[in-house]
């Protein structure tokens, strides 16, 4: 007969996946393009993980574009914000959130194959150490104001 605690324990392993990937959930996605014929966009959201441990979003993509990044802002010596890959990815904490928001954390759209019209959307997949890959339909809005919390009030520059 079997313990019940390996009982227990087998049940757990095979039901880890499940859970794990049921823990990360996007809340408010929405895309940004400057111009109709923009070469690059980006995409904010705010990924919530619900489980006992850490996650880290590690990678995007998207047929939209020739490449997806996840890129973050920082200030140089001058205190000008300069936009740069984030290859290690973004830790979403056990019980918390991490917002990508225009000035902030976000995902980079580089080489848009077409136009992000507003009211449009389009297919992320975006993929998590843990919780593995989650498909996101993003919608396009072009006239949403940006959250100046996370712009902060320094100058920007790519």
């Given at each position: ?34 111009g109709a014929n923009a070469r690059t966009g980006a995409a904010f959201m ?14 995007a993509v998207s047929d939209v574009a020739e490449r997806v990044e996840l890129?973050t802002h920082k200030a140089d010596a001058n205190g000008t914000m300069k ?76």
């Open positions: 007969m079997f313990p019940k605690f390996l009982l227990t324990a087998a049940v757990l392993a095979f039901a880890a996946p499940a859970i794990a990937h049921d823990a990360v959930h996007v809340v408010d996605p929405y895309a940004r393009a400057m705010v990924i919530e993980n619900h489980a006992a441990t850490d996650d880290r979003l590690i990678a890129h936009m740069m890959e984030v290859p290690e990815g973004f830790v979403v904490p056990a019980h918390g959130n991490h917002a990508l928001a225009r000035g902030g954390d976000h995902v980079m759209l580089l080489g848009l194959k077409r136009s992000l019209a507003h009211g449009d959307t389009f297919s992320l997949t975006l993929t998590f150490e843990k919780a593995g890959e989650m498909t996101v339909e993003i919608p396009v809005d072009l006239e949403r104001k940006p959250d100046h919390a996370a712009m902060g009030a320094q100058k920007h520059s790519h």
